[in-house]
Structure formats: structure tokens, C-alpha cells
């Protein structure tokens, strides 16, 4: 059975950091891209970042310049470093294997002083 299991989330202050990690069990890590979405009360979930099975990324436009995502292929696991937080990142987020209907349970990341 494959899972996705979201970690890393919590409080953090305006300008800081956090480091997401979705750990991937079973066989799709390296037939899929991954995506991180985020969801914040009372809106629609959203794309944040996308990275390919080589390689590849891409962004939100809110998110361009602070947030990095990548991928381990010997962990099984894609990560996203967000840098510069700011309270409007404040959300659940959610990793997921695209083109699938394989979600993660979310992490929730509050920024706030």
C-alpha cells in the first residue's frame, strides 16, 4: 500500500524557516513527479511547487525565490525548504504523487510572531 507522510510542520516567526519532508512508501517514488499544495482556512487548496521524476521544478508565484523543493531518490522522500516565511504561508500542506490520487495527512505550518 503506498503512502505519503508529511513532516517538519509548526510554529515559526515572520522571516523564518521550516524544512517540509514527505517520506513516499511503497514502489512510485521514481515513476512520479511530486507536488506540495497548501490549504488555508477557508480557501481552496493550492499548487506550491512541482518537481519532476529528473528533476525539473516549478512554483507558485508567491512562493518563487523562497521555497525550494527536492526530491531524494536513496530516502524515498521529497522535501520543501520554505525560507522567508510569511503569515499568509500560514496553511495545512500536502504533498502528493501527481497524476494520482495519492495524498499525504498535511502538516500544518503557522507563521506568526
Do not use: H
Amino acid at each position: 500500500q503506498v503512502q505519503l507522510v508529511e513532516s517538519g510542520g509548526g510554529l515559526v516567526q515572520p522571516g523564518g524557516s521550516l524544512r517540509l519532508s514527505c517520506a513516499v512508501s511503497g514502489s512510485i517514488f521514481s515513476f512520479y513527479a511530486m507536488g506540495w499544495y497548501r490549504q488555508a482556512p477557508g480557501k481552496q487548496r493550492e499548487l506550491v511547487a512541482t518537481i519532476t521524476r529528473s528533476g525539473p521544478t516549478d512554483y507558485a508565484n508567491s512562493v518563487k525565490g523562497r521555497f525550494t523543493i527536492s526530491r531524494d531518490s536513496t530516502r524515498n522522500t521529497v522535501y520543501l525548504q520554505m525560507n522567508s516565511l510569511k503569515p499568509e504561508d500560514t496553511a495545512v500542506y500536502y504533498c502528493k504523487a501527481e497524476g494520482t490520487p495519492i495524498w499525504g495527512q498535511g502538516t500544518q505550518v503557522t507563521v506568526s510572531s
